[in-house]
């Protein structure tokens, strides 16, 4: 008798990882088939994770019981808090990483974890039965079966790397590509795409002079990202420097022989990550281009030249790093390069991850155009929870978009149009304001719990805190500030203000022009809760104001969501709604605004036509 | 759980949207009716119904005869072919003129339906178009105020409207907003970066914002007034001669006109047109402390006319010109104060306009000041289209947004602004989910 798993994960990458450590501790059998077990949570690219949105998505994840988090704090070497001097809202937790720690951390994870087994091995198709993916044959003929599968390629389809003149296939450096895969979606009528990303030289550290570059440190209080930790140390510095205005020169004589310019690649790139020569191109005034310099390990050689990526030949990328003062005499561990790769249409695929035309089949990762390994590994967890659910009947996990960055991140996948990889940004929420890196736990670690990957006690743990946050707040708000004598020479005397009219301690922490730190000393209940917690009820103050407004605005369209579109209402007589609109709303006619919302396709604009007609139908 | 979606350009890249079939001409009778069809499958259609109907050369017209299926002649018609996207709907079109007979229409269009079109909802041409993108929703609403227009100046506003001179207004003023928020995303996203907002900069342009908005909120006036006719209320004390005035200016006896003072007791309208602009001319009771209670409710409704009123046409009896002094007569932009019963007058009227109905002295200079009253608002619009209600109230709804950005952080500002560009949005009835980041990418240098 074959042995048959109930999830079957293709690629141990940042998705195929979070895929199989959920499925496995929902409780399922995992079989992990990836092509080196070596790779196994390889970072191809920087070794840092996090930022701003990226940070969000880990913090989020972690409180929905994801591993990212952890791993990261464990292989942290650097903790930085982006956008600090700003709201909670924006905060954005960076962290270096060692690359072969997380590497190895992931490695033994999986190995340890009760229900995943590891396979080494080329999936090269598809295996069905009764309609219903179930498996996939691997090259040489094995066939590995279960009940669904979950692909997580990663820049695998069809890759091409590409460094000057030399093209090659392979999936990353030193790692071939995977062919047979890719035909075989296509053959099953899926719609492929070419995207393109890239990636800068590596320098050794030995060789460069930092007297040239400037030193940057990690937090003074650096905090971890995941609940599992409980505090994590700065252990390495990064650098930074400043590309001249002979960079440029370089670049133009030689683009030509630019892969990107030179048209040897059809695939679409970021432009959140332009290469060096994209950025020359097309920012011909900017004189310099900052670069920052980033150890990929705590103890070797390897420094990550964050800024430069580029395809260029190597004999130019030679030229190009040793006009940057402090690199003159580097010498390279690895030159840049570029890969052009196939990514599925992400707009087939459906909220829970599962392709639309193939039950059974799901998603996550670069596959489905996105880039970068917080929406990875965000997206592999989501779609290792679907997985095990549908082969369980048991409710998914499906995240509103005011819910959570994942949720924005799957909805507009697979809503949207793509022309380029998919990153996730904070502007990309409209509900910024209420998905601050700060409340992820209170807002998603009842799903984990929910979903049995967050521990009770943890949770109950959790709440207290943001519990007892609500309680100063609420005092915050209540005790009367009097403006007597003694008061606002107090006042006066600390913050450099005069009050003139009662108010509440929540209205002084509130003005733009108090220094938090002074009033926070000062403000009764806050003496006794930790920095990290005082920034937290300053911000909350602040934004209450708009968050309560957003609400209010919430709860009208709230109210319009439930009211009833009449059965033969003429979506037709509604001038401006798209075609797409349009289609779809006769072609499934929903009941109410509400259901019309969630149909695919569906925009802000398109939805107050729609009320907008509801609502004057009444009066003709 | 829907999942499905339809896949949008595919879609209609192979042919999913059906083909939609008209009259386009006024139902009835007439010389001539125009039956446009529209849709992927109008080449074959148009095959179907004549051989001789050759969409490969398009915007050309001809002659050709019609069949139905089973080769029953219908009707000599002229046709125009038009080939995607180069048509008003954006997919191919075929229009057809045919003799306005109802059972030749009904023949013509009840063929093209059996051969597999569908009958056209009201407005799906127009809507075609908007999907298109052959015009966006303020264009689609000038579309029906053309077809409206009455009056010169609403055909001419209209018709603006419709070349989407009041769209680039918006788009500008959209175009503007995106900069600002790209400003302010990318310091939000990018602080690493060293993205950081130019505070004076952005303080400028967002007063730029706010000043679009208040340009295009004053021609709100002048389009209600386009659209609707300004309001022009004769007022004055009983039997200054202001139903005989109603009744010369609109060259009808509409108004009772009589010997007796408080004659008129209700307010009476009527319309009229002064050189191509709309105006509603009102008549009024005699202004008087009355002791009749139908004369005082008379006179409370004069008083709310003039309030409500664009321009008040007060009416003195020569006589009471005798006894007042000059300075009393007010010359505003508002308000007009005239002499009637010029023709009684026993000395030179100097210093205030002078009329009379019985010989027709300075009625033509009178309609001269009214113009002149009523259409400076609609010439300060210089060109451009008047702003309607439904945009007013977005706009209003947008300039409120940038009034607060100012005192708050600037993930709450980016909030505001993006209020605000949705109003905009919800104006031309587009949304363009990338244009923020497409923005930010085109004006800052930022990634690795
Ligand atoms: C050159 C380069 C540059 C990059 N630049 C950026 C950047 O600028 N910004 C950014 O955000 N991200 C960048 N990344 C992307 C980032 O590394 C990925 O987004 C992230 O690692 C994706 O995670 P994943 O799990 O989807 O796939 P990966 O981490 O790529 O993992 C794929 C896994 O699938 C396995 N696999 C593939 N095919 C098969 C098969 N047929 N059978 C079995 N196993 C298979 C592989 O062995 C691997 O374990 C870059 C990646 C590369 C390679
Ligand atoms: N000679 C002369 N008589 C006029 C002229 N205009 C009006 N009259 C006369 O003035 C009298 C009053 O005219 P109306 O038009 O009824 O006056 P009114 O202001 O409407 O009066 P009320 O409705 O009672 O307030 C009538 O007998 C008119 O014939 C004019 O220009 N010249
Ligand atoms: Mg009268």
Redesign the interface.
């Known amino acids: 008798m074959v042995k048959t798993w109930d999830v079957v994960v293709v690629g141990a990458g940042h998705a195929g990882i979070e895929s199989a450590m959920a499925a496995a501790r929902m409780g399922a059998t995992v079989c992990v088939v990836t092509l080196h077990k070596e790779t196994i949570g390889q970072m191809p690219c ?1 070794p840092a994770a996090g ?3 990226k940070g969000h998505l880990v913090a989020e994840l972690d409180a929905l019981g994801g591993i990212q988090g952890w791993a990261v704090d464990r292989a942290g070497i650097q903790f930085r808090r ?2 600090s001097s ?2 909670p ?2 905060w ?1 937790p960076r962290a270096q990483c060692d690359k072969e720690r997380y590497s190895i951390m992931m490695r033994r994870l999986l190995a340890r974890t009760q229900g995943i087994t590891v396979i080494e091995g080329e999936a090269n198709r598809i295996l069905f039965e009764r309609g219903r993916a179930t498996g996939v044959g691997l090259a040489g003929g094995t066939r590995v079966c279960g009940r669904s599968v979950i692909l997580t390629t990663g820049t695998f389809l069809g890759g091409v790397l590409h460094t000057g003149d030399d093209r090659r296939e392979g999936g990353r450096f030193g790692e071939r590509p995977s062919v047979g895969l890719g035909e075989n979606l296509r053959e099953m009528g899926l719609e492929l795409r070419r995207f393109k990303t890239g990636t ?1 030289p590596r320098l050794d550290r030995n060789s460069l002079d930092y007297t040239k570059l400037e030193i940057q440190e990690g937090d003074h209080s650096p905090q971890p990202f995941s609940w599992r930790t409980q505090a994590v140390v700065n252990r390495a510095v990064c650098w930074v420097g400043r590309t001249p205005e002979r960079v440029r020169e370089i670049i133009e004589e030689n683009l030509d022989r630019s892969p990107l310019f030179g048209g040897r690649i059809d695939g679409v790139g ?5 290469s060096i020569e994209d ?1 020359v191109v ?2 011909p005034h ?1 004189k310099e ?2 670069v ?1 310099l980033e150890p990929e390990t705590l103890h070797g050689p390897s420094m990550y030249v ?2 430069l ?1 580029t395809s260029l030949p190597a004999d130019v990328q030679e030229k190009v790093v040793r006009a940057v003062p402090g690199f003159e005499k580097a010498s390279f561990i690895r030159f840049g390069y570029a890969v052009e790769y196939d990514v599925v249409a992400p ?1 087939q695929v ?3 991850l ?1 392709v ?1 035309s193939v039950p059974g089949l799901y998603l996550a990762g670069q596959i489905m155009g996105t880039s970068g390994y917080e929406e990875a590994a965000a997206l592999g967890f989501v779609a290792g929870v679907n997985a095990v659910a549908s082969l369980w009947e048991t409710e998914g996990l499906r995240l509103g978009r005011e819910q959570a960055y994942i949720g924005v991140l799957v909805d507009d996948l697979v ?3 793509h ?1 380029e990889p998919y990153r996730m ?4 929420a ?1 509900h ?2 209420l998905m601050g890196v700060d409340s992820a736990r209170e807002r998603l670690m009842s799903e984990g719990v929910r979903l049995g990957l967050v521990p009770m006690g943890v949770f109950h743990v959790e709440q207290a805190r943001w519990e007892k946050r609500r309680r100063v707040i609420e005092e915050l708000e209540a005790g009367a500030v009097v403006p007597d004598h003694l008061t606002q020479d107090r006042l006066h005397k600390s913050l450099g203000f005069e009050l003139r009219t009662p108010t509440t301690w929540a209205g002084i922490l509130r003005r ?1 022009d108090v220094d938090q730190e002074h009033a926070a000393a000062m403000a009764p209940g806050l003496g006794e809760m930790s920095a990290e917690d005082t920034a937290i009820i300053i911000g909350q103050l ?2 209450s104001g ?1 968050i309560a407004r ?1 609400a209010r605005e919430r709860s009208r369209v709230e109210r319009l969501r439930h009211i009833q579109i009449p059965a033969d209402f ?1 979506y ?9 609109v ?3 709303m006769e ?2 006619r929903p009941n109410t605004l509400a259901e019309a919302e ?4 569906m ?4 939805m ?2 729609i009320a907008g007609r509801l609502s004057t139908m009444g009066r003709d | ?8 350009l595919s ?2 890249l192979s042919g ?2 059906d083909t939609i079939v008209a009259r386009a001409t006024a139902a009835g009778a007439s010389a001539l009716a125009v039956i446009r069809v529209s849709g992927p499958e109008t080449c074959r259609l148009a095959g179907l119904l004549s051989p001789d109907i050759n969409m490969a050369s398009p915007w050309r017209a001809g002659v050709v005869r019609l069949h139905d299926e089973s080769g029953v002649f219908l009707e000599e018609a002229i046709i125009i072919p038009y080939r995607a996207p180069r048509s008003y709907t954006g997919e191919d079109m075929l229009e057809l003129m045919v003799h306005g007979s109802r059972w030749i229409v009904d023949a013509v269009v009840g063929t093209i339906i059996s051969a597999g079109a569908r009958q056209a ?4 041409f ?3 178009a ?3 993108g052959k015009m ?2 303020v264009q ?2 000038a579309v029906n105020e053309v077809i409206q227009a009455e009056t010169e100046w609403q055909a001419r506003m209209a018709r603006e409207q419709l070349h989407g001179v009041l769209s680039q207004e918006f788009r500008a003023l959209k175009d503007a907003l995106v900069a600002l928020l790209a400003e302010v ?1 990318g310091s ?7 993205v950081v907002v130019d505070q004076g900069a952005h303080e400028a342009a967002r007063k730029g914002c706010v000043a679009r908005i208040d340009t295009l909120l004053v021609t709100v006036g002048a389009g209600v007034r386009v659209r609707e006719g300004a309001r022009v209320v004769i007022v004055g004390k009983p039997n200054a001669g202001k139903s005989t005035l109603f009744n010369t200016l609109l060259a009808r006896e509409r108004a009772i006109v009589a010997p007796t003072p408080g004659t008129t007791r209700d307010v009476l309208e009527a319309e009229l047109e002064i050189e191509g602009l709309p105006v509603i001319l009102v008549d009024t009771a005699g202004l008087r402390e009355a002791e009749d209670p139908t004369e005082a409710e008379g006179v409370r409704r004069a008083r709310r006319e003039e309030e409500r009123a664009d321009l008040i046409v007060a009416l003195w009896d020569v006589e009471d010109y005798n006894t007042l002094c000059f300075h009393e007569f007010k010359n505003t932009g508002r308000r007009l104060d005239i002499v009637s019963k010029a023709d009684l007058a026993e000395q030179q009227i100097e210093g205030v306009l002078a009329i009379s109905c019985l010989t027709g002295q300075g009625v033509d200079q009178l309609l001269e000041e009214i113009h002149l009253r009523v259409a400076a608002p609609v010439a300060a619009m210089e060109g451009s289209v008047a702003v309607n209600l439904r945009q007013a109230e977005a706009l209003l709804r947008a300039r409120k947004c940038l009034e607060t950005l100012i ?6 500002a ?2 505001e602004i ?1 209020s605000a560009m ?1 109003a905009l ?2 104006i031309l ?3 363009d ?2 244009e ?2 497409d923005a ?2 085109s004006s800052f ?4």
Do not use: W
């Not at chain 2, 939000?188 to 060293?194: A, K, S, T």
């Open positions: 920087n930022g701003i949105g982006l956008n700003r709201g809202a924006v954005g800068p970021p432009r959140y990550c332009p950025k097309r920012f900017h281009h900052t920052f964050n800024g990526s707009k459906a909220h829970d599962q639309s809503n949207r149009e022309r940004f904070t502007s990309r409209e910024r304001l733009q602040r934004y708009y957003h003429s037709r007589s509604i001038i401006g709604l798209s075609r797409e349009l289609e779809e072609r499934l969630r149909l695919g396709g925009t802000p604009a398109a107050s036509l | 759980m829907v999942k499905a979606f339809s896949s949008g879609s209609v999913g949207a909802a009201p407005g799906e127009t809507r075609r908007v999907a298109n966006d929703l689609a609403e995303e939000l996203d990018f602080e690493e970066q060293g005192s708050v952080p600037q993930e709450v980016a909030l993006r949705l949005h919800e009835g587009s949304l989910d990338n923020v980041l930010v990418f240098c930022v990634g690795k």
